[in-house]
Each structure stands twice: as C-alpha cells, then as structure tokens.
C-alpha cells in the first residue's frame, strides 16, 4: 500500500480496510436520490466556494471502490464527506453524505424530484384511518403499532463499497414483534432505483393494511414516487391482497406508483 492510501484508509479488527474520512452511517448521515440530477453542477458549486473535489476515475486503482455507483465523486467539505455518483441502472444521481451540509442544501434548492433517506435508527406509530361519525369523513389517527428502522450502507469500505442504502423495518403490537422485512432502494430484477420491499409476511391478516399503508406514506413523505414488491413467483390473481392494494405486476414484481 503506498503511502497515500494509508493516509486514506485504516483498516478495522477484522482485517477490512475501511476510508479514514467517510463516516459510517448513522444519524448524521443521509443518501438523496436525485432523478434529474446534474453532478457537474454540484461539483461546479463546491470548485466555486474551494471546496475540495476528487473524482474517482475508473482508469485507476480505485476502480474497484464502488460497486453500484459510476462517474464517482468524493467532496471534502468542513462538515465531512460526501461522495456522488450515478447508479448503472437509470442514471440516477445519488449524494451520500452528512445532513448538515451547506453545501448540498444550497444545491438542493436548485434541484427538482429527489428523495431524501436519513440514515440511522428511528422509530415512529402507524397511522390508520378511522370514519368520523360527526362529517362522515376519513381522518388518520395513530394505531398501536410502533415501526422500529435501521438505516446503513457500506459507502465507507475501502474496495467494493455501495452507496445504495438498505432499511431494516420491524413492526410491533403491545411490544411484541408481529413483523419484520428489509427494504432496498434498487430492483435488481427490474433494473430501477425505487424502495423495493423484500419478502414481506404477517402471519395476522388484521394488521397487514395498516402497515402497508404505513409505509406507503412513509416512502411518499420521503419523496419517492415508486414502490416494488418482490413477494411473488407467477402473477397474482385478482383477489390476492396486493391487487386489492392496487399494486400492478410486471409478471412477479408488483408495484404501485403514488402519482
């Protein structure tokens, strides 16, 4: 290893080496998903306020740094760094990096059709729907369940690093577990870059709405105008819950789109 890249990297106990100045994930740490995005006007706003760029170009022996991002960018800002690139599949921009960042929020004013993941652990209620008796309309009120999540990526391995983020999601009534799925932001299968849940099973039918419904607002609220499912093999048939969901199926990958 030269000198630069032990200056660059460390290496944690088991052996694996890791970058010195990506932060792993955790609260102070969001991924943006811009679906129009230019990375040259970012990379022009930070060379126009001096802020350290450096482009991990694909001819070097960082090739091999990052698995699912192209056109990769490493930024050095005071708050930390941020790192961007273009997944393979649809060219979507991602930005990877601390919340806090002048520089990326003076960016995103600019931007349109972005979404925005917070990484770390968090926890909110499902809100359900219930009638009222006075107006006879629909009003949310919170349920008893309680999500619990747990967002992380691998942006800072030194060799086959990824930038796409998962989410764990488990689901609890009265503190007992009733649920619990992984979340991706890439469809391997149908080669786009949208939340895709994986495997999704409640063994109680009552709760199962509820929560889809829960999460549908949550990755709405995040910005996303897409969500996969990868429940299936074969096509469901008209009565399966998922089509009552109003989720279509491209043979066994059904989604729903909220615009």
């Known amino acids: ?34 679906y129009d995005g230019d990375i040259d006007s970012l990379i022009d706003l930070a060379e126009e306020k001096s802020i350290k760029v450096k482009s991990i170009e694909s001819e070097t022996d960082e090739e091999e740094r990052y698995d699912d991002v192209q056109n990769v960018y490493e930024i050095y800002s005071d708050k930390g760094t941020s790192v961007v690139g273009k997944t393979y599949e649809r060219s979507v921009m991602i930005v990877r990096g601390p919340k806090d960042d002048a520089l990326i929020e003076e960016w995103l004013e600019n931007v349109d059709d972005t979404a925005v993941v917070n990484h770390g652990k968090e926890e909110f209620s499902i809100m359900g729907n219930r009638l009222c008796p006075t107006c006879h309309q ?66 109680n039918e009552s709760y199962k709405e509820i929560i889809v419904r829960g999460i549908e607002e949550r990755v709405e609220q995040q910005g996303f105008e897409k969500i996969w499912l990868t429940n299936y093999i074969g096509y469901p048939p008209e009565t399966d819950f998922w089509r009552k969901m109003e989720y279509e199926f491209d043979i066994d990958e059904g989604y729903k789109e909220f615009y």
């Open 138 to 203: 629909e009003i949310k009120e919170r349920t008893k369940i309680i999500a619990k999540c747990d967002t992380g990526d691998m942006a800072y391995f030194a060799k086959g690093a990824e930038l796409l983020p998962g989410t764990s999601y488990e689901f609890y009534l009265d503190k007992k577990l009733i649920v619990k799925f992984n979340m991706n932001y890439y469809n391997g299968e149908m080669t786009d870059v949208n939340p895709t849940i994986e495997d999704f099973e409640v063994e």
């Open 1 to 34: 290893m030269t000198d630069d890249k032990k200056d660059q990297f460390h290496a944690n106990e088991h052996g694996v080496l890791l970058h010195n100045t990506i932060e792993e994930s955790g609260e102070n740490i969001r991924t943006i998903f811009c």
